[in-house]
T-cell receptor
């Protein structure tokens, strides 16, 4: 079945460092891909999404490109801030009538000043 | 504009009991999905409701059931609680043809 694998955390960076969180997927058909963020004590928030191959999602300085050839959707940010400390989840949806989101395990990010 | 509202925020139940969790979707959304998130894990899809019917279901036993009301709000019921049902239960609402899911803050269920 469909699945998502993302790099294990925790990831600890200094402020202004470059961030990459790897995400790969296995899916039949043409899934849509998502990154969600969960700040401490808060619910899941959609960070960015891409619905077809080669699409680039971006938001708040974060970017991810839907790479069908490598089945990847890696999250990147050029310069992280302390306020980016959170848990990041990669997810996919199979598309069509398959509306459920399939999630990775999450990657915890801590940014130190 | 209120987002997704879930109640209660926390609750503690005893093994074998039954529990009902409630969700009010974001204004304008007509579809509600429920997820179970165990500690340190990603959410697992339980089911989705649209037009008061279960549209899709994940790999959860029949002890997990739900309902959607005409105002689009939803309930998740779990019967015969097990210790392993302890988790954060998340409700997400959306428009039926959109991937724009809005999540609530969840209900933390502890089974003792």
């Amino acid at each position: 079945g469909d699945s998502v694998t993302q790099m294990e955390g925790p990831v600890t960076l200094s402020e202004e460092a470059f961030l990459t969180i790897n995400c790969t997927y296995t899916a039949t058909g043409y899934p849509s891909l998502f990154w969600y963020v969960q700040y401490p004590g808060e619910g899941l928030q959609l960070l960015l999404k891409a619905t077809k191959a080669d699409d680039k999602g971006s938001n708040k300085g974060f970017e991810a490109t839907y790479r069908k050839e490598t089945t990847s959707f890696h999250l990147e940010k050029g310069s992280v801030q302390v306020s980016d400390s959170a848990v990041y989840f990669c997810a996919l949806s199979g598309g069509g009538n398959n509306r459920k989101l399939i999630w990775g395990l999450g990657t915890s990010l801590a940014v130190n000043p | 504009d209120a987002g997704v509202t879930q109640s209660p925020t926390h609750l503690i139940k005893t093994r074998g009991q039954q529990v009902t969790l409630r969700c009010s979707p974001k204004s304008g959304h007509d579809t509600v999905s429920w997820y179970q998130q165990a500690l340190g894990q990603g959410p697992q899809f339980i089911f989705q409701y649209y037009e008061e019917e279960e549209r899709q279901r994940g790999n959860f036993p029949d002890r997990f059931s739900g309902h959607q009301f005409p105002n689009y709000s939803s309930e998740l019921n779990v019967n015969a609680l097990l210790l392993g049902d302890s988790a954060l239960y998340l409700c997400a609402s959306s428009l039926s043809d959109s991937y724009g899911y809005t999540f609530g803050s969840g209900t933390r269920l502890t089974v003792v």
